[in-house]
DNA sequence: GTGTTTGCAAACAATTTGCAGAATT
DNA sequence: AATTCTGCAAATTGTTTGCAAACAC
C-alpha cells in the first residue's frame, strides 16, 4: 500500500528547495512555490514536506525561533544560527563521531546520533 | 523601571522545577502547579518561565517535538533525547570549547556558543 | 498610592487533518 | 477503475497578549 504518485507541486517543493542553502521555513516555501502554482495550497506544502522528510530527501530542522525549517542536503552537518538576523547556516565542517563515544561514557542509555547548533553573529551581519 | 516584585506563583514554579531533571515543558509544569495553586493560569507560568529564562534562572530547550521545555540548570551542558519515549535527559560530560573552534576555521561569521542534540534510546526504555 | 503580577479570555502562529474533487497510474 | 494527491477550510497545539482586578512594596 502507498504507492508513491508524481506530482508537479511535490516536484516544483523539491526543485525550489534543491536550489536553497538557506532552510527556508514553510511559509517561505509557500510563497515561492505560489509564483508557479498560484492555487498550491499551505497544507499540500506541509504534506510533501514531511513526505520527503520520510523519504530522506529533505532534512528538518528545529533551532528553536517557532517555525522548522527545511534542508536538502540530507547528510550529517551542523548549522549556525545568527543572533541578529536568525538566519541558518551551514557549518562545512564534519561531525564529530567522537563526540557520541565522550557522551556514551558517562550516559546510560545508547546513543546513535546527534547534531549540534552554533549560535552567534554571521559575516553579513559583523559587515 | 521593573522593578522586580514577589509572587507565590513564580516562587512556586521555581521550586518545581529546581527539583526536576526531567526538563518538563510549560504544560507540566502548569499541571503540576495547579495542585498548589488551582487557579493559577496557564499565561502566567509562561510570563513567568519568560521571566526566569531572562533573568537567567532557567534555560529554556527546544528539542523540536512541538513544545518547549525548561531546564533549571543553566550551565552549559548538552541533552539527550529518546526516540521512544521523547524524554530528555542531561548528557554527563562539560561542552567540547574545542568544537567552537573547528566550526570557526572554514566559517565566516563569528560563534559565540553551541549547543548539542544526542538521540538514541534511553536506559528505561532499553529495560 | 504606584507599579507589578495575576486570571481570564481572546488572539496568534505553526502545523495538521477531513473531505470531495482533480490528477496520476 | 483504483488510488494518490490537492485545495480548501476547519481543527489542533503551543504560546502570547489585553485588560481589569489583586497583590507587593
Known amino acids: 500500500m502507498g504507492a508513491l504518485k508524481y506530482s508537479r507541486q511535490r516536484e516544483s517543493i523539491k526543485e ?5 542553502r538557506d532552510h527556508p521555513t514553510a511559509d517561505v516555501i509557500y510563497m515561492n512555490i505560489r509564483r508557479s502554482y498560484p492555487n498550491i495550497s499551505l497544507g499540500t ?9 520520510s523519504l530522506g530527501e529533505v ?8 517555525a522548522e525549517r527545511f534542508d536538502p542536503n540530507t547528510e550529517r ?3 549556525f544560527v545568527c543572533r541578529q538576523c536568525g538566519c541558518v547556516q551551514d557549518i562545512p ?5 567522537e563526540l557520541e563515544a565522550m557522551a556514551s ?13 552554533f ?3 554571521c559575516s553579513r551581519c559583523r559587515g
Chains 1, 2 share one sequence.
Open 16 to 20: 525550489f528547495l534543491a536550489g536553497r
Open 45 to 53: 506544502v506541509y504534506r510533501n514536506l514531511s513526505l520527503l522528510e
Open 59 to 66: 532534512q528538518r530542522i528545529s533551532c528553536g525561533d517557532g
Open 77 to 79: 552537518h551542523y548549522h
Open 93 to 97: 565542517m564534519l561531525p564529530l563521531e
Open 105 to 117: 561514557e558517562s550516559f546510560e542509555g545508547s546513543i546513535e546520533s546527534h547534531t549540534a547548533m
Open 119 to 121: 549560535y552567534g553573529v
